[in-house]
């Protein structure tokens, strides 16, 4: 199996920035896709972000050119860097990634993080 912890949530003024992380282990043998999305209380959960094993980084139009996603591929942990930092980016933020596990190669398998709380208010 694999766990996914996510971390580097909290509040943040408007304008501000935060760094999260999500670090991936268990029985993995290889990572595609990291991706962030995020859920607000009634709505559904929203694609913010993904990033390729090779880079290639998509965004919603709401982030583009605030966020920024990356990936360190030798410790399997994904990043998601949010500037400039409005209310109407409160939300939990989830890490989704897509993993062939060791025991597993044949199918990519979907895995969830647990979700950090962003909120953004002065």
């Known amino acids: 199996q694999v766990q996914l912890v996510e971390s580097g949530g909290g509040l943040v003024q408007p304008g501000g920035s935060l760094r999260l992380s999500c670090a991936a282990s268990?029985?993995?043998?290889?990572?595609?896709?990291i991706s962030w999305y995020r859920q607000t209380p009634g709505k559904q959960r929203e694609f913010v972000a993904h990033?390729?094993?090779?880079?290639?980084?998509y965004y919603a139009e709401s982030v583009k050119g605030r966020f920024t996603i990356s990936r360190d591929n030798a410790n399997n942990t994904g990043y998601l860097q949010m500037n400039s930092l409005k209310p109407d980016d409160t939300a939990v933020y989830y890490c989704?990634?897509?993993?062939?596990?060791?025991?597993?190669?044949?199918?990519?398998?979907?895995?969830w993080g647990q979700g950090t709380q962003v909120t953004v208010s002065s």
């Open positions: 268990g029985s993995i043998f290889n990572i595609h896709t």
């Open positions: 989704n990634v897509e993993v062939q596990t060791v025991t597993e190669r044949g199918r990519v398998q979907d895995f």
């Open positions: 990033i390729t094993r090779v880079h290639d980084a």
